[in-house]
């Protein structure tokens, strides 16, 4: 078994719903709600589901761009949620996050070469002819050239200004990036050569991902083991291989059987899922899934299934496999 290097055990992020002239808290949105994964060194965890099951968040709360209610991230033997701002600012290099759109988190005034310095800068790390030397080296691995140093975020399309927050992730020596929908702005052309360039960095610099995505094709071809999450609850977790050979939790059938088949002679029996997603100010209770789910038990709606381990190594929340 591989080192393990993060686990949420409990981890939890409930948003107030506040109402009234005092701004009283009369409900909270359950975003994430009590869930506890691992993630291996050197592997690509890929977290999926529907939109606002609690997939970003989840990103975001390992490692404290928002803050969690509940729980514990442990990062090399720590609970990074317990230590001081100091000490977190500096995990931060480790720890870093590609966006969905990297025009919105580009500054538009500053240069390539300047938003690359920027974190060295931040941190004080070494002098300023080192930062141009790293930023030099980072343009060519992620395929830009130096070129790019004095032009701005506007002169370069989509998937290179992708390129540009790829290295911009890199300049501190992560260990550990978040990708956040990293290729959905992108077109469809352009982000095999994103994922594959993503794919190279991570042998190059020996990187740990974690790939929160909606699209279950991209998935399948860049992740080694896939957490399915429903209404800020894990639902499954499997290897990706295992998850889609043999999908065992009703929602991730339901997700896997809309993906397109690679070879389209082979059909595939359909599972549409029907209804809307719950509110997560209210989820139903018991299993947050029956009440969209064509195997639904009496004991579906009163008893939250708890995660169980798999015979092929993964977990599953759901009463058909319960004793
Ligand atoms: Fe369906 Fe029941 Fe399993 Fe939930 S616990 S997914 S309702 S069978």
Known sequence: ???????ARGLKKYFPIKKGLLRRTTAHVKAVDNISFQVFKGETLGIVGESGCGKSTTGRLLIRLLEATEGEVIYKGKNILQIQKEEMRELRKELQMVFQDPYSSLNPRLTVG????????NYS????????????ELLHVVGLGEQAIHRFPHEFSGGQRQRIGIARALMLNPELIIADEPVSALDVSIQSQVLNLLKDLQQKFALTYIFVSHDLSVVNHFCDRILVMYLGRVVEISSKKNLFARPLH???????SAVPSPDPKQKKDRTILTGDVPSPSNPPT????HPRCTACMDICKQVRPALIQTADGGVVACHLYSE
């Open 1 to 7: 078994m591989s080192e393990i290097l993060v686990e």
């Open 114 to 121: 300047q938003i690359l310095e920027e974190p060295l800068a």
């Open 125 to 136: 790390m070494s002098t300023k002819k080192e930062w141009r030397e790293k930023v030099r």
């Open 250 to 256: 009703p929602y991730s059938q339901a997700l896997l």
């Open 286 to 289: 018991g299993c947050a899934f």
